[in-house]
């Protein structure tokens, strides 16, 4: 199921992805705008942080920082776009590099990597999470094994990792912030 809400000014998401192989501000509430649009990705517990890179390398670890609307904050994606235009991939603007994981490990970070068709850990999907009754937030899955992209630490510098999905988990829940 593909819905949105406003929590403090944003779209809500929890990120969760498959080991085979993000409260928003009070800015203005946009409603999700068609697919490939630029937006940053912000942490629901971490509400002024948005996930970020350091590096344009392969293998840089995606964490949280500042949000300041800009450069290796802003990200693409092809959500609610018909087969063949969906891979379901989210894309840093900056460089083209996809949101992946390092490994299928729990507490393995989100990472930076090349796009590659068939890698089903670059693969993105959303999904109501059930501890929102009125369908007011989103979780990111990739396939089904139910790990979420968790923060363990509101502190900027803080990566993105995997973690086991827990219903209320605000550190689990991200908004994509449109440009």
């Not at 944003?10 to 080991?19: E, M």
């Not at 949280?64 to 990200?75: A, I």
């Not at 235009?85 to 507490?107: A, E, F, T, W």
């Not at 502190?155 to 605000?170: L, S």
């Amino acid at each position: 199921m593909k819905l949105g809400y406003s929590v403090f000014g944003a779209v809500t998401i929890t990120l969760a992805a498959s080991l085979t192989g993000l409260a928003g501000n009070a800015e203005a509430v946009t409603p999700r705008p068609a697919a490939s649009e630029s937006h940053e990705i912000v942490n629901r517990d971490a509400y002024t942080q948005c996930m970020d890179f350091g590096s344009n390398a392969p293998g840089t670890v995606v964490g949280l920082y500042h949000c300041y609307s800009g450069g290796s904050q802003l990200w693409t994606d092809t959500f609610g776009l018909p087969d063949p235009y969906s891979d379901n991939k989210i894309r840093s603007v900056l460089n083209g590099m996809c949101m992946d994981l390092q490994s299928n490990n729990i507490g393995a970070p989100i990472v930076l990597s090349e796009c590659r068709d068939g890698y089903t850990s670059q693969s993105w999907y959303l999904e109501v999470p059930q501890d929102e009754p009125a369908n007011t937030s989103y979780r990111l899955i990739v396939n089904d094994n139910g790990l979420c992209a968790d923060i363990g630490s509101i502190n900027p510098g803080t990566p993105v990792t995997m973690a086991i999905c827990r219903i209320g988990y605000k550190s689990q829940e991200w908004s994509f912030r449109y440009q």
